[in-house]
């Protein structure tokens, strides 16, 4: 049972949107930072989105997130196949002293 | 470019012990924090532990305090996971991953290790 809760999975056809939520507690989301992370198959995880909606250089503006309270939610525009991939958020947990994730949503584009 | 390698990995029978390491290039290794995470296959992403970016500060995911051991080389620019007492469920792939401070994103992950603990 993870501290973060996610959908299993989401899906949408190529060109569309795509909306992932995560949802947490006092102590983790709605007092610290939420990090997005994509794992394409056989990869290792990937930074993807940090600290209110900033990306590392190369990821494109297609991938933003914002927060409210104690959930998140990242949000895919203009999907492409090449999206396809298990989808993590995770933030620190003040009462735990540690990172927290998410199960893990995996995107399938049609 | 900014490089995490494991390594260290392998399969080892319940009970034995496992020292894994994490090899960085390409950036200040002294000034990060610096992060074990683990993915059992098939499954999600585990945090283990955390070392601050002098060693100073440690902390452990609950299902891994007491038998595993964060630490760090700066003058080697390693990051090691000492395991002890491995269990069937400690099965999985071994990511290390940078961070600017214990509490911030982890932005770097290296490519992983596998550990089998199996008799």
């Known amino acids: 049972q993870s501290v973060l809760t996610q959908p299993p999975s989401v899906s949408a056809a190529p060109g569309q949107k795509v909306t992932i939520s995560c949802s947490g507690s006092s102590s983790n989301i709605g007092n610290n930072y939420v990090s997005w992370y994509q794992q394409l198959p056989g990869t290792a995880p990937k930074l993807l989105i940090y600290?209110?909606?900033k990306r590392p250089s190369g990821i494109p503006d297609r991938f933003s997130d914002s927060k409210s309270g104690t959930s998140a939610t990242l949000g895919i525009t203009g999907l492409q196949t090449g999206d396809e991939a298990d989808y993590y958020c995770g933030a620190w947990d003040s009462s735990l002293s540690g990172v927290v994730f998410g199960g893990g949503t995996r995107l399938t584009v049609l | 470019q900014v490089q995490l390698v494991e390594s260290g990995g392998g399969v080892v029978q319940p009970g034995r012990s496992l020292r894994l390491s994490c090899a960085a290039s390409g950036f200040t290794f002294s000034s990060y924090a610096m992060h074990w995470v683990r993915q059992a296959p098939g499954k999600g992403l585990e945090w283990v532990a955390v070392?601050?970016?002098?060693?100073?500060?440690?902390d452990y995911a609950d299902s891994v305090k007491g038998r595993f051991t964060i630490s760090r080389d700066n003058s080697k620019n390693t990051l090691y996971l000492q395991m002890n007492s491995l269990r069937a469920e400690d099965t999985a792939m071994y990511y290390c991953?940078?961070?600017?401070?214990?509490?911030?994103?982890?932005?770097?992950w290296g490519k992983g290790t596998t550990v089998t603990v199996s008799s």
């Open positions: 070392i601050s970016y002098d060693g100073s500060n440690k």
């Open positions: 991953a940078r961070a600017q401070t214990e509490t911030t994103r982890l932005d770097v």
């Open positions: 600290d209110n909606n």
